[in-house]
């Protein structure tokens, strides 16, 4: 980390040597082996872990954190919660619950404690067991590359500051080229940041670590369960790396060289992805919509695309599919097999495109019809006619090198819910405040100004809204996923449950009869009307002021219809999110999300206020999550 930045890190351990590495390796400017204080560029804090699940573990966490104290170190344990009565070490898949409490448990505690880095001590007979575990399993290719050593917290998902989250920025290049709106466009900002871990001991064994601090004189801690085999299959696994005599090819060396070459191998695909930036015609984060021109690999021997046959697939063309699906899906992950089935459908035989080097669009978002459709991982794709025009170079340029073909355009977008995709619904019950309450709501009725908090989604908050709702009152949002895409932020001081779901087909007519409703607001973007303006309707005979509130009223839903059209053409508006009052008929409807009620008061990645929501005292802010967008670093994942 460079010097002189102010940084948290955090390790959380039963091994007391691994603070003793840190205090050796990490710093560059401690004296005398000693930790910095907190003005200096680095500070640590340990945390211990205690699962609960054998006797004598609440013990043997506190004489941990008492060792890591006598080192100057701050240590806090962290004790899992189980159910009453409950034997955790019973349940058939208590290491996958185990580990994904820890993650969460130590994601918590971070984000309580504004730790960013999270440093683990996991090493070379880890990594071992872990592949081994991954054969058994079945798994191939990148599941075998096992542990990385450095990448986000697992297991965290949905949990805002910890997953990704925390530092939105706004990207205006990816914005389409034209909008037809009359209002500004404004993209919502992509979140970023979150918890990162790493392992900086991956390159060691485990034997070498405890001879370590045996000469340092450091005591190491070592967990009596780990030697029962017949606890969990990690146990078994590792009896038999250390204990059992296993043929060469499966020994802890041979399985470590395995991981390294697997992830060497995913890095050299990931490598290609310096072309990913440039092969995006644009990103609409208010719908999620992407229009990707996708990779063609060329025949080195001529320097041409092939144009009988599909070209074969390669690990750069599926680390690119990969990419493309997970900014749009709702999945955090992409299995290698169905990124390879999709491959072939996005690539099909082309007329000659040699020497094409590079690619220029020069007509807005170039793109004038879908031609083919498919869904795939909750993905729609739609390929494209497109208006490109292609520059020629030289052959010296184009030989060997890959090809961002015209005739490979598609627009990605989520998929529609249907039955057997159900529609993610987030309930967010009301929080009535003095501001709200009955008493103050008949005092202030006779005023014509609305509680409605529009935020302006594009601009990141303050670093003290960034805060979790742990740190007390400087955190003011409370940001919730969903759909794994947007990460969204309601107030609701109203009286009544609101809900967070997609647009649905049913919302359409009633949504549109009530721009023709009478209501207060006369502009479909304005929270709230003036005095001056109420004055001046007042005054105006009936026929007149009625006329107007339709001119008005067909004003703004034809803004909303440019809107709409614009941002989520076609079926990418039912999967538009929803701030809608609670469904009547919840439960009762398809597995789509159609009920029998629920009013639409807005749509908050558009920065949208619908008419049934002007007069209702809600807020909200929205972010779109985290993607990948730019070559990842070698050696993350």
């Known amino acids: 980390m460079p010097k002189g930045t102010p940084t948290q890190l955090l390790f959380p351990s039963s091994k007391p040597g691994?603070?003793?590495?840190?205090?050796?390796?990490?710093?560059?400017?401690?004296?005398?082996?000693?930790?910095?204080?907190?003005?200096?560029?680095?500070?640590?804090?340990?945390?211990?872990?205690?699962?609960?699940?054998?006797?004598?573990?609440?013990?043997?966490?506190?004489?941990?954190?008492?060792?890591?104290?006598?080192?100057?170190?701050?240590?806090?344990?962290?004790?899992?919660?189980?159910?009453?009565?409950?034997?955790?070490?019973?349940?058939?898949?208590?290491?996958?619950?185990?580990?994904?409490k820890r993650y969460q448990a130590l994601g918590s505690a971070c984000r309580k404690s504004g730790i960013s880095n999270l440093l683990l001590a996991h090493h070379a007979d880890d990594q071992a067991e872990t592949v081994m575990l991954r054969l058994i399993g079945g798994h191939r290719g990148?599941?075998?590359?096992?542990?990385?050593?450095?990448?986000?917290?697992?297991?965290?998902?949905g949990m805002y500051g910890v997953n990704k989250s925390g530092r939105p920025t706004l990207d205006h290049s990816l914005a389409p080229q034209k909008v037809a709106a009359r209002k500004p466009y404004k993209p919502i900002a992509l979140e970023s940041g979150g918890v990162r871990i790493y392992r900086p001991l991956l390159g060691f064994e485990k034997r070498r670590l405890v001879a370590t601090c045996l000469s340092m004189g450091i005591r190491w801690f070592e967990d009596a369960t780990n030697s029962d085999v017949t606890l969990t299959q990690r146990n078994a696994a590792r009896s038999l790396l250390t204990h059992e005599r296993l043929p060469r090819a499966i020994q802890r060396d041979s399985l470590v060289q395995l991981s390294l070459v697997v992830r060497q191998t995913i890095q050299s695909a990931e490598r290609m992805l310096h072309w990913f930036r440039r092969s995006i015609v644009f990103f609409d984060t208010r719908s999620g919509r992407l229009c990707m021109r996708f990779l063609v690999q060329q025949n080195s021997s001529n320097g041409s695309a092939t144009t009988t046959t599909t070209p074969p697939i390669t690990n750069q063309d599926i680390a690119f599919v990969i990419n493309a699906v997970q900014i749009v899906s709702p999945m955090s992950h992409l299995e290698l097999s169905k990124a390879a089935s999709i491959v072939p459908r996005l690539i099909r035989p082309i007329k000659n495109t040699s020497n094409y080097a590079e690619i220029e669009n020069t007509s807005g978002d170039a793109l004038s019809g879908s031609t083919d459709t498919f869904s795939m991982c909750n993905v729609r794709f739609d390929r494209q006619v497109s208006r490109l025009v292609v520059k020629k170079a030289s052959s010296e340029t184009v030989d060997r090198a890959p090809v961002l073909d015209p005739h490979y355009v598609w627009i990605l977008s989520r998929a529609r819910f249907y039955r057997n995709v159900p529609c993610p619904i987030i309930s967010i019950a009301p929080t009535i405040s003095s501001a709200s309450s009955p008493s103050s709501t008949s005092s202030s009725s006779s005023s014509s100004s609305s509680s409605i908090m529009v935020t302006d989604n594009t601009c990141p908050p303050s670093a003290s809204q960034h805060q979790n709702e742990e740190r007390g009152p400087r955190y003011r949002h409370h940001y919730q996923l969903w759909d794994g895409r947007f990460w969204i932020s309601v107030r609701n001081h109203t009286l009544q449950t609101l809900v967070i779901r997609a647009y649905r087909e049913s919302d359409a007519y009633?949504?549109?009869?009530?721009?023709?409703?009478?209501?207060?607001?006369?502009?479909?973007?304005?929270?709230?009307?003036?005095?001056?303006?109420?004055?001046s309707s007042s005054s105006s005979t009936p026929s007149s002021s009625s006329t107007s509130n339709n001119i008005a009223a067909a004003a703004d839903l034809h803004d909303f219809d440019t809107m709409i059209s614009d941002a989520a053409p076609g079926p990418s508006r039912w999967t538009l999110p929803v701030i809608a009052t609670e469904d009547s008929g919840r439960g009762s409807g398809n597995g789509s999300g159609e009920g029998r009620g629920g009013t639409v008061l807005a749509f908050p990645s558009l920065g949208y206020i619908c008419p049934a929501g002007k007069d209702s005292d809600f807020g909200f802010k929205v972010r779109y999550r985290s993607v990948r967008l730019d070559p990842p670093l070698v050696g993350s994942k």
């Open 142 to 157: 990148k599941g075998l590359a096992a542990m990385a050593s450095a990448g986000d917290i697992p297991e965290c998902k």
């Open 18 to 100: 691994f603070a003793r590495y840190c205090e050796l390796v990490l710093p560059t400017d401690y004296e005398d082996g000693r930790l910095a204080s907190l003005n200096q560029p680095y500070s640590f804090e340990a945390f211990i872990v205690n699962h609960g699940a054998r006797k004598g573990s609440s013990t043997e966490a506190e004489a941990v954190a008492e060792v890591l104290k006598e080192r100057g170190l701050k240590a806090t344990i962290l004790t899992i919660k189980w159910a009453p009565n409950e034997e955790p070490s019973s349940r058939p898949n208590f290491e996958s619950i185990a580990r994904t």
């Open 510 to 535: 009633p949504l549109r009869r009530s721009f023709s409703a009478p209501r207060s607001s006369a502009s479909s973007f304005s929270s709230s009307s003036t005095s001056s303006s109420s004055s």
